[in-house]
Structure formats: C-alpha cells, structure tokens
C-alpha cells in the first residue's frame, strides 16, 4: 500500500469520526431540547391544573378533540401528566403537548416546537460545513503532505537503487531532522562505508595480483627450461592458469574504478569481432550471421567479451556452442544444464562460478564481461530458454548499431 494511499484512508477515517460525533451532537442537542420544552410546559400545565381547579380561565384546552391518540390514551388509563411531540395533522410544524386528567376532564396545553427544530437545524447545517469544510481541508494538507514526503523517499530509494546497481557517488540530500532525513543520513553512511570496503578490497586485490606478476614470470621462465615430459606440460599447464588468474584479478581491479578503463571506439563488422572471439576461445564453434552490421564499439574488448563468454560456454556448458551475430546484439548459446538460479537473479559474482556445481573455476570470466560491458555502455542479458540449454546476449545498443557493409 502506498503512501498516498495510506495518506487516504487516514483522511476517510478521519472523516469518519467526524461524521460520527456530528451524529452525536446532533443526537444529543435533541434530546436535551426536547426534555427543556417538556419541563417547560409542564410546569405550565401543573399552573392551569391548579388554575383550572379554582374556576379561573387559564387557556388550556379542555377536552382538545385533535389531541394525538397516544397522549389521549396514557392519560386516561392513569392519572398522570404526560409531554408528547408530534407533528399535527396539516401543519409542517412540530407540537408540543402537555396533558392530564381532572375532574373526569383532560386539560391539555400546545406549544409549537418551531423554534426548537430551526435551532437544531441551524446546528446540523453548522455541523455538516464545518465537517465538510475540515475534511476538505484535511485531504488536501494530507495530499500535499503525503507528495511530499513520498517525493522524499522516491528520492532516497532512487540513491539507494543506484547503489545498489554499482553507482558508489550517488548520495540522499537529507533535508530537516525528521525520520526521512535520518533514512538518507543512514543511505549516505551506508554507501560510503560499502565505497571504503569495496576499495579497501579492490587494492588489496590489485596489489596481491602485482606482487604475485613477478614471481609468475619467473615461474613461466624457468618451465621454458624443463625438460619435455608429462611433468613438465602439467607444470606448464598449471602455471598458465595461475598466469592468467592474475590477469584476470587484475583486469577485475582496473574495471572495479570508475573511469580507468576507456573504450577506444572505431567501426568494425560485428560477424568479424564474433570469428576472431571464437578463434581465441578455442574448441568447436559455429558462428552465425543472422543480420549483418558495422558498429562502433572497442573491437578489444567486445572479443575479449565474446571469448570469455564462449569459454564460460565450453566449460560449464555442452556442445554445440552456437555464437549468432544479430545486428548490433550477439547470442552465445549451448545446450548445457542453463545457468543457476543465483546468477540469473542477481548477476556474476566474482569467485563464485557459473557452474551448478562447485569445484570448476573461480567465477572471474563472467565478472569481466559485466565489467567490459559497463565500459562499452552494452548490455549483457543472461537466460535459460525453454528449450534449454544457456544464452549470453551482449547487446551493444541502438546507439552502436551501424548500417550493413557496403557490397
């Protein structure tokens, strides 16, 4: 439920009560005004009662023939005095009653009830424009209030949705001293101690990986020396890889600061960047042109996208590996188990690996397609379809995309 919404129903309820005690008033105002003008005129008629009695006109009605019937009747059954309200037959106007019994005759006196009823008229009109008038009023301060505190906390949710998409300088602008300036006091405290961390991680990643450089290079020299061998292409097999982890930590560390990295663009035919990319991935690839284009874009980096999304492809996935080149958009798609959950939902992670099992890899590859992708301003779209298999789409972007080749 949103916040004008809730903004609403306070305001209803509001009126509500409003509408409620209005009721009561009126409800109440009634009753007292009718047990005032019943006091009133009975004590008028205990003086014509005692007047009647010592043969002085007091101008009470003797024996009224229009007396209502039920006032008629609860003072002939028993010697009491009795008040009744009615409304006489052809007149809009309320009656007063009062009547008794005495000497076999009902003395009775009338009073119009007019004064009475404007009175509480006047009070229900009174009652109905101030509540009307307070209710309106309460709907719009509500709805003023209620813009803008939900303009605030958009505001505050946009920062914090922009941090939580990889924009570490955006900040809330916290205005006053009430909850919501203290929610983006919080948001702002929040994204500058992930900023520290995350660049507190970022160096010391960077720096193990440029410690780790030299003795790697010593490691890869002194196999050139090895004899050959079983041993010696195991070695060799294993010092690659610990070459190109810190490559790729490196390359990780470089993507992980705003602005280091630069794409240098130039035109280039898609379907050739997506060869070159399966000829340095390696292993059995089919590459398809489904709509040639030329765009502008870093040919390095879209092949070094492409080659790492086509090895993710061979490595946790199965054959065949399908690379399509479609307009200013390239597929990569095999017909392994499909990606998991986890990645599909929220994104590559570093060191956790796109495989469903653990124990393959330590999940950089897919971190630096996120991360070249950022440079180029593309779009990479991971998804299983429902045929199955895995499909990587790096999308360039209308932006990139050019016009086909000339023939």
């Not at 309320?94 to 005495?102: D, E, F, G, N, Q």
């Not at 490691?219 to 050959?228: I, N, Q, S």
Request: aromatic share 2%; charged share 25%; with cysteine.
């Amino acid at each position: 439920m949103g916040l004008r919404t809730t903004t609403a129903l306070v305001v209803a309820g509001t009126a509500l009560v409003a509408t409620l005690i209005g009721l009561l008033v009126h409800q109440r105002t009634a009753e007292d005004q009718r047990a005032n003008a019943a006091r009133a005129i009975d004590a008028k008629l205990v003086d014509a009662v005692s007047e009647y009695a010592s043969g002085t006109d007091t101008g009470a009605l003797i024996n009224p023939p229009d007396l209502p019937t039920a006032l008629r009747e609860a003072v002939t059954d028993r010697p009491v005095r009795a008040t009744y309200l009615g409304d006489p037959k052809g007149s809009a106007a309320p009656v007063m009653w009062a009547a008794t019994r005495s000497d076999g005759d009902i003395i009775a006196l009338r009073r119009s009830y007019a004064p009475q009823a404007r009175a509480l008229a006047d009070l229900d009109r009174v009652l109905l424009g101030s509540g009307a008038t307070v209710t309106a009023l309460g709907c719009v301060l509500g709805t003023v209030v209620a813009i803008g505190l939900g303009r605030r906390i958009g505001a505050s949710a946009r920062t914090a949705q922009r941090i939580a998409d990889g924009d570490l300088t955006a900040r809330v602008r916290p205005r006053g001293n009430d909850e919501i300036a203290r929610l983006g006091a919080a948001v702002n405290t929040m994204a500058d101690a992930l900023s520290a961390r995350l660049e507190a991680e970022r160096r010391v990643t960077a720096d193990i990986a440029h410690e780790l450089r030299t003795p790697v290079a010593g490691l890869v020299t002194a196999v050139g020396l090895l004899p050959p061998g079983r041993p010696t292409e195991l070695v060799r097999g294993g010092v690659d890889t610990l070459r190109n982890l810190v490559e790729d930590v490196l390359e990780v560390a470089r993507l992980d600061v705003p602005g280091v990295e630069r794409a240098q663009r130039e035109e280039v035919q898609l379907s050739a960047l997506a060869q070159r990319a399966a000829g340095l991935a390696g292993g059995d690839v089919e590459v398809r042109v489904v709509h040639e284009a030329v765009v502008e874009t870093d040919p390095r980096r879209v092949e070094r996208i492409l080659a790492n999304l086509i090895t993710n492809a061979h490595r946790h996935g199965a054959p065949p590996v399908v690379v399509e080149a479609d307009g200013a958009a390239v597929r990569v798609r095999d017909q392994g188990p499909g990606f998991p959950e986890d990645l599909l939902a929220q994104g590559p992670q570093r060191f956790r690996t796109g495989a469903r099992e653990r124990g393959t890899g330590i999940g950089l590859g897919l971190t630096i397609v996120d991360g070249q992708a950022r440079v180029l301003g593309a779009e990479v779209r991971y998804e299983n379809p429902t045929e199955g298999g895995a499909q990587a789409t790096l999308d360039l972007g209308p932006g990139a995309a050019g016009s086909p080749p000339d023939c």
